[in-house]
């Protein structure tokens, strides 16, 4: 049995070797990440059989919990650290061919550790650890945000640098209230002991740590950073951002919030905040003219969704988000990767400069396209099982209450196609003004954007495995007795 | 011969097509005819089968099936039938013009997942299926190019995915309630439902068929995108893909629903089938006058398109055996002189350069019979003149109205036919009549290969104009199969004492009254046959230039109506886009970009969740 | 006596916390920002050394005989806020490294004016 200690450790070695084997060749220092999120990949897929049957916690140092810092390998934590492994090594493959200027190592050096810090926030049971994770994988995007150096990015990277920082000042803040209360870090034992004191004195650390997780999580109205850093940085980071970073943030809230609090009250509060991201993501994407704008706001819509999904806080509903988290992350990876080519070559992020891309490029324009007909829900891409179960979810409340909010996500839905729509048809139907002369992206690139293309086909076409996944994820994250007992035992 | 085997070459011949394509264009032509041949055997094939059958791949847990049955065959029929024709036509119309590869390949596949919409056993596969038609349809819209055919795909999808959000919700709402999707097995279930979720359920499919079958106040799209899209495919949405909804709606009314429901589903007059006959109506002779006032051949057209719908679900709703096959016989009517129609102004177009204003055409008749005697003969269709296949299905719609005692809706359905018959006459005046401009004096007749569907189509209108029975016969089946009783149909007619139709009678009555007509000129005199010139100068010198105006048709008659016809609910659409468009400019104005702000919001949020928490406690 | 004495504090690390928070929201020079964040973090940090101390507490050491383990200060938030200065220096360097280059790139560091990303 595979420990999952090396889904942190390995990478985390590797990515500091990366300086020095460029020292020797700068072609096996690009090679790193892939070795690594391919280990991580292989490593995360023969623990998922297991884990679906009884989650490993791995004791680090060889105490017994409480005392130590443990890991949770449960099906959650396993399902992302695939999927996190699944989309870094799309996105690094996808790397060694976009990231050409600049210092490349360095590059590669915090896209690893970013990885490191989103797979560690999934497979922690330690609040702090949390922290301290969740702080490798802002500080390390902070930076690569700012990876060009252009002025954008460096704007971008600063402004995300000084919400981000105020953000972690309230996660901390909260974490040491929780710690104060309880006496210990262990996200287990305070679930255990959270019935034994005043509900409105956790109150207080939960506000401050769904404020600072929110930052990262993108959730209004804390997502002020993320359209500019998603359309300032290197196409590859926007993906990772998109596909990634976010979704880890909105992770480790809804775990603080089911797992460690309990705080079923809040619940309704959280659907209508998700409904509220997703409108005015959608509101603000539609009015967009640039496309990575426009993407970057499209993210913060599928939060907005992801969020409406798991806060509904039913198996189906939570079921349903994970997988539109998961086709979330395909599709906008995808979409990311494709846009980062066509920008690159007709050199403006304008819609107006997509214009005919379609006969220049033609395979990047295809995976552009099924990226967005997948994140509009059309079938048969990923997008559409996902829909449909939050819609079953929404549907199976029987509440004219989540009816009527499920009126409204699918109101965003439609706002998100017609924008969609716009881009699809700008690049397949309208005439180009420039070069019209073909130009493939490289190999490298288009291999990469045929492994997202491809498994957003297929999952979209047969998602059952991926549904008994997520299935088994739902039921572990809405399960805290089951979590307390396996941890505590 | 199964519906997988059929659904799988349908799909599988698309994807193949593109292939080919790169391989070479006769490769990919000759396999791209020979795909839509071969599914137009197999389904021939099919004739009268029904079963069902599972899939053998699930989704997310449900079980998956495909079903052959008389309603689907008819549809089916309908679908792949037009899609050879199409194709058959595209072969030269499409000659000389970018990406056929794209062309071919969305062309077959648009047609294969029409056909998944019909043999779907299960309303998820039904959603699927539906699904794949809007988006390959829209990639197929906008091919031309141009800003028009741009506008026109993305009004098309952003309504189609209107439609497919309700129908989405309405689709597992049932699954929610019967956990179940297969359509037999939902039948049984819906009849014990509640009246609040039966509502619901009929409203929100109903939104998506009234959306794709484009009846008022939600035809807005169908005019732009049938006129911008290139002919063969303006031929297949208006013949094939508009009638989806027609098909939804079966399934919905009598398939599952069936009519105790919707008998139950009635407050005094306002009933579920009266709402959609009066929407039927109101189409019918709103299309009429919009109909009237286009001066585009492919707007005409589409409009017609609009407002025929609205004769089908007249029949439909009226419920009787009679106004079922009625509506049923139109859909199959409608399909062949509305794709005739289509391949006719194709067919001028691809001669003229392009020309599809009608004020710039005239007197193609000399130069190109064989599009005016397809266009006279699909416009006689159109309008129902006896001896071609639109009179007996519009008959049957008004008999059974006027059986039924609606008189108004009756009167709707008459008032729209003389709409139909001032504008196809404009339709083959102002193309084929008339003074022939000089610019036209080269125009060549129709390709063979083009020729061959507007033939083909010609004769069927005159075939089951004169033998109704071939057609009935098959209409009646499908009505049996929704459960209505059997009409007594021969090859002739339909001759049973509700409503008598032979068309052996009409035949004999026609020929004596010709031969009557024939002996008064015989009596009268000779005729001598004089120059168009001659007519319109009076013998006197013939003026050069243009001298037969045939702009300005029926300009006194849109003096009188035209402020009363306006498409206000079009406007009302386009409305709508703006202030979303107006609305999205303010809302992206949250974000400042002084960073002060963001910080602020982040502290908001904090003091906002803990004000509330101190204040009211609510969680 | 007794309040300020065993709240002083919680008192001083929320006062901190609460200058660098305007000193954020107020300050329009970035530099002036970052400082703010750096007054915000060791507000943090202050509030997580005060949750463990102990008045006239030892080191948490067994290094004699006879220590009572409810005399010494809770050793974990002192771990944890090595960690957490750790981070905050991290992310105080890269912001003024950033700062450099925004001011190369900009001419200016008022916030105000470096709003090319917005709406």
């Not at chain 2, 032979?502 to 002996?519: D, P």
């Amino acid at each position: 049995m595979v420990s999952p200690v090396l889904l942190i450790a390995v990478p985390l070695g590797l990515a500091f070797l990366v300086p020095l084997i460029s020292l020797v060749s700068r072609r096996a220092a690009m090679l790193v990440p892939v070795v690594a999120c391919l280990f991580n990949l292989v490593v995360a897929i023969t623990l998922m059989p297991g884990v679906l049957d009884q989650p490993v916690v791995e004791k680090i140092g060889g105490f017994p919990p409480p005392f130590c810092i443990n890991l949770y390998a449960g099906p959650v934590g396993v399902l992302f650290a695939a999927l996190i492994a699944l989309a870094g090594l799309g996105i690094a493959v996808y790397a060694m061919a976009y990231i050409r200027t600049g210092p490349v190592d360095r590059y590669h050096l915090l896209y690893l550790l970013l990885l490191v810090g989103a797979t560690g926030v999934v497979l922690t049971g330690d609040v702090f650890n949390l922290f301290v994770f969740f702080e490798i994988l802002c500080i390390s995007s902070y930076a690569l945000v700012a990876y060009m150096g252009n002025k954008s990015g460096l704007e971008a990277s600063v402004k995300y640098l000084i919400q981000g920082a105020v953000g972690s000042g309230l996660l901390l803040m909260g974490i040491g209230l929780l710690y104060g209360q309880f006496g210990t870090l262990n996200m287990a034992d305070i679930a255990n002991r959270m019935g034994s004191v005043n509900q409105v004195s956790v109150f207080v650390p939960l506000a401050l740590i769904i404020s600072g997780l929110g930052v990262e999580a993108a959730i209004f109205p804390l997502n002020a950073w993320l359209p500019d850093a998603h359309s300032s940085a290197p196409s590859s980071i926007s993906a990772i951002l998109s596909g990634i970073a976010i979704e880890v943030g909105l992770y480790a809230m809804v775990r603080m919030i089911f797992t460690v609090f309990g705080a079923t009250s809040i619940l309704m509060f959280m659907v209508f905040l998700g409904a509220l991201t997703l409108l005015l993501g959608e509101l603000c994407a539609f009015a967009q003219s640039n496309v990575k704008r426009m993407l970057a706001y499209s993210s913060i819509g599928q939060i907005g969704l992801i969020l409406f999904a798991l806060a509904m806080a039913t198996s189906y509903s939570v079921a349903g988000g994970l997988f539109q988290l998961l086709s979330h992350t395909l599709s906008k990876a995808l979409l990311f990767l494709a846009a980062g080519y066509m920008i690159y070559r007709s050199g403006s992020m304008e819609i107006s400069s997509l214009h005919g891309m379609g006969k220049r490029m033609p395979l990047t324009s295809l995976a552009f396209t099924i990226g967005a007909f997948s994140l509009v829900g059309l079938p048969p891409f990923v997008g559409f099982p996902s829909k449909f179960l939050i819609v079953r979810a929404a549907l199976a409340r029987q509440q004219s209450i989540f009816t009527i909010l499920l009126g409204f996500v699918l109101l965003g839905t439609l706002i998100e196609g017609a924008y969609f729509f716009r881009v699809v048809q700008a690049i397949y139907f309208k005439k180009g003004s420039g070069e019209t002369g073909r130009s493939y992206a490289p190999a490298v690139a288009l291999v990469s954007m045929f492994i997202f293309a491809a498994l957003i086909i297929f999952v979209g076409i047969y998602p059952q495995p991926v549904a008994d996944a997520v299935g088994s994820a739902a039921t572990e994250l809405l399960d805290r007795a089951e979590y307390v007992r396996s941890v505590l035992q | 011969m199964t519906v997988e085997l059929l659904l799988g070459v349908a799909l599988g011949g698309a994807l193949l097509t593109y292939v080919l394509g790169k391989i070479s264009p006769g490769l990919r032509n000759a396999f791209a005819l020979l795909n839509a041949l071969a599914l137009v055997v197999m389904i021939s094939l099919l004739y009268g089968q029904s079963f069902e059958r599972a899939l053998p791949l699930g989704f997310l847990g449900l079980e998956l099936s495909v079903r052959m049955n008389m309603l689907s065959w008819f549809f089916a029929v309908t679908i792949l039938g037009i899609g050879l024709l199409s194709v058959i036509y595209s072969l030269v119309y499409m000659r000389n013009k970018e990406r056929l590869d794209y062309y071919y390949a969305t062309l077959l596949f648009i047609n294969a997942s029409m056909l998944g919409t019909v043999v779907a056993g299960d309303l998820l596969s039904f959603f699927v299926f539906w699904e794949m038609m809007s988006w390959s349809t829209y990639l197929l819209i906008s091919l031309r190019g141009g800003s028009k055919a741009i506008f026109a795909g993305i009004k098309y999808i952003v309504m189609s995915l209107i439609g497919s959000l309700t129908m989405l919700v309405a689709i597992v709402s049932l699954y929610v309630s019967f956990d179940t999707l297969s359509i037999t097995e939902l039948a049984g279930h819906v009849q014990s439902t509640t009246m609040g979720q039966a509502l619901f359920v009929l409203v929100l499919f109903s939104v998506t068929f009234v959306i794709i079958n484009a009846l008022w106040p939600f035809h807005t799209w169908l005019p732009d995108a049938h006129a911008e899209a290139v002919s063969p495919f303006s031929a297949i949405l208006s013949a094939v893909l508009v009638r989806k909804g027609l098909y939804g709606l079966y399934l919905l009314m009598y398939a599952m629903l069936g009519f105790s429901m919707l008998g139950k589903l009635a407050w005094g007059a306002l009933s579920y089938s009266n709402v959609l006959a009066w929407i039927g109506a109101i189409t019918i002779v709103f299309a009429a006058f919009r109909a009237l006032m286009q001066n585009d051949s492919k707007r005409i057209l589409a409009w017609s398109t609009v407002g025929q719908g609205g004769y089908m679900v007249l029949g439909v709703s009226v419920a009787t055996n009679l106004g079922m096959a009625g509506g049923t016989f139109h859909i199959l009517n409608h399909c062949i002189y509305i794709a005739l129609l289509f391949f006719v102004a194709g067919a001028i177009e691809y001669r003229t350069g392009g020309i599809r204003d009608l004020d710039s055409l005239g007197g193609l008749i000399k130069r190109m019979p064989v599009a005016f005697v397809g266009g006279l003969v699909g416009i006689c269709g159109l309008i129902g003149v006896p001896l071609t296949n639109g009179f007996v299905s519009k008959w049957l719609i008004y008999k059974s109205l006027v059986l039924e005692g609606r008189p108004f809706l009756a009167f709707a359905a008459f008032l729209g036919t003389w709409g139909t018959i001032l504008y196809g006459y404009k339709f083959i005046h102002n193309i084929f009549l008339g003074q022939l401009p000089d610019r036209f004096r080269d125009v060549k007749g129709i390709p063979f290969t083009m020729a061959v569907p507007i033939v083909i189509l010609t004769v069927l209108i005159f075939l089951f104009g004169v033998l109704p029975g071939i057609p009935l016969s098959v209409v009646d089946q499908v009505g049996t199969y929704l459960g209505f009783e059997s009409l007594n149909v021969s090859i002739w007619g339909i001759p049973s004492e509700t409503g008598t139709l032979n068309v052996v009678n009409l035949l004999a009555a026609l020929a004596v009254a010709g031969f009557i007509v024939w002996l008064v000129l015989r009596a009268i005199g000779r005729s001598v046959s004089v120059d168009q010139d001659d007519t319109y100068a009076a013998g006197a010198a013939i003026p050069s230039g243009k001298y037969h105006y045939t702009v300005g048709f029926y300009s006194p008659l849109y003096r009188i109506v035209g402020p009363y016809v306006r498409d206000f609910v079009d406007a009302f659409f386009l409305k709508i886009a703006g202030w979303t468009g107006s609305v999205c400019g303010v809302t992206r104005k949250i974000y400042t970009g002084f960073v002060g702000n963001y910080v602020m919001y982040i502290i908001l949020f904090l003091a906002a969740l803990i004000f509330v928490q101190i204040a009211w406690s609510p969680w | 006596m007794s309040f300020l004495e065993s709240y002083a504090y919680y008192v001083g690390a929320f006062g901190l916390i609460l200058i660098g928070l305007l000193v954020i929201l107020v300050k329009r020079n970035l530099i002036k920002i970052i400082i703010g964040l750096s007054i915000l973090d060791t507000g943090v940090n202050l509030f997580l050394i005060s949750v463990g101390y102990l008045a006239s507490g030892t080191a948490p050491i067994f290094s004699r005989e006879g220590i009572d383990s409810g005399s010494m200060v809770d050793p974990v938030p002192q771990a944890l806020v090595l960690t957490a200065i750790v981070i905050g220096v991290a992310v105080l360097a890269l912001a003024l490294g950033l700062a450099v280059r925004l001011y190369q790139n900009y001419g200016t560091l008022d916030m105000r004016k470096i709003k090319e990303l917005k709406w």
